[in-house]
């Protein structure tokens, strides 16, 4: 089992910026890719970015790339989500997850995190 936890999400303003972590515990962090998720009131879940095992490969979700960074580091069974110039759409709960393969479809990731609340206000 794989144990995933969020923190960093808060109320900020437009322009702002946060930084999303997630703790993994468990097995073998620096085998698992990691993938930021998104999901807004009476929304589905949406990718935000993913990272390799290594840390060498990201990909984003396109109108992201640019004010959204991911990042990870091995030795600390941590990986993180720089989000700058938020906008008030980028309000939603923030999840970290999982997964063997390096994808962007949330039906590949195996754990999940609680969720981490980011609200942006106008």
């Known amino acids: 089992q794989l144990q995933l936890v969020e923190s960093g999400g808060g109320l900020v303003q437009a322009g702002d910026s946060l930084r999303l972590s997630c703790v993994v515990s468990?097995?073998?962090?620096?085998?698992?890719?990691i993938g930021w998720f998104r999901q807004a009131p009476g929304r589905e879940r949406e990718f935000v970015a993913v990272?390799?095992?290594?840390?060498?490969?990201?990909y984003y979700e396109n109108s992201l790339e640019g004010r959204f960074t991911i990042s990870r580091d091995n030795t600390k069974n941590t990986a993180w989500l720089q989000m700058d110039d938020l906008k008030p759409e980028d309000t939603a709960v923030y999840y970290c997850?999982?997964?063997?393969?390096?994808?962007?479809?949330?039906?590949?990731?195996?754990?999940w995190g609680q969720g981490t609340q980011v609200t942006v206000s106008s």
């Open positions: 468990g097995r073998t962090f620096s085998t698992y890719n």
């Open positions: 997850a999982a997964a063997s393969t390096y994808a962007y479809s949330a039906r590949r990731y195996d754990y």
């Open positions: 990272i390799d095992w290594s840390g060498s490969g990201t």
